[in-house]
């Protein structure tokens, strides 16, 4: 038998019944949060929009993230998910461009000009990646960065 310290409270037994379906019900909780929609890791092929005028803040964002996942990916000489990366790159240049041809307007002729430099990139990306051409990519990589940055200094507040 264990001796028990004066000092300690005794613990407490659990009904482990109620342990398990607790901590069951903070599992299928947190399941819950990550399978809602808009917490997908991919990109589903069309831009969230709150009123279809706007290319939302989730979807620049996704667009951010998969291109610093690209160039790591580069870095680290993964061809499978660069060229994963690539493709979705290319598939989200493709609904931005879409976007602004569909605004139409005066204002959008450089808009749909990088969206469409930023595909050809990105497809360039997985040529070289088929070709294990990790330094061409890279540069190109590199090309498609100033090609998002060059966007962005137009066209901030869509």
């Given at each position: 038998m264990q001796h028990q310290s004066p000092l300690l409270p005794k613990p407490k037994r659990r009904n482990q019944s109620q342990f398990i379906l607790r901590n069951f019900g903070f599992l299928l909780l947190v399941a819950a949060v990550f399978l809602l929609p808009g917490n997908a890791s991919s990109f589903s092929g069309k831009i969230n929009t709150e009123d279809e005028s706007k290319i939302d803040t989730d979807f620049m964002q996704s667009v951010e993230d998969?291109?610093?996942?690209?160039?790591?990916?580069?870095?680290?000489?993964?061809?499978?998910?660069?060229?994963?990366?690539?493709?979705?790159?290319?598939?989200?240049f493709a609904a931005v461009e879409e976007f602004y041809v569909a605004k139409g307007g005066d204002d959008v002729a450089e808009a749909i000009k990088l969206s469409r430099k930023s595909r050809d990139l990105s497809k360039a990306i997985i040529e070289q990646l088929g070709r294990q051409g990790f330094d061409e990519a890279t540069a190109t990589a590199t090309e498609l960065q100033r090609t998002c940055k060059a966007c962005h200094n137009f066209y901030k507040d869509v």
């Open positions: 998969t291109g610093k996942s690209l160039v790591d990916n580069i870095g680290i000489r993964d061809a499978d998910a660069s060229v994963t990366d690539a493709t979705e790159l290319e598939t989200m």
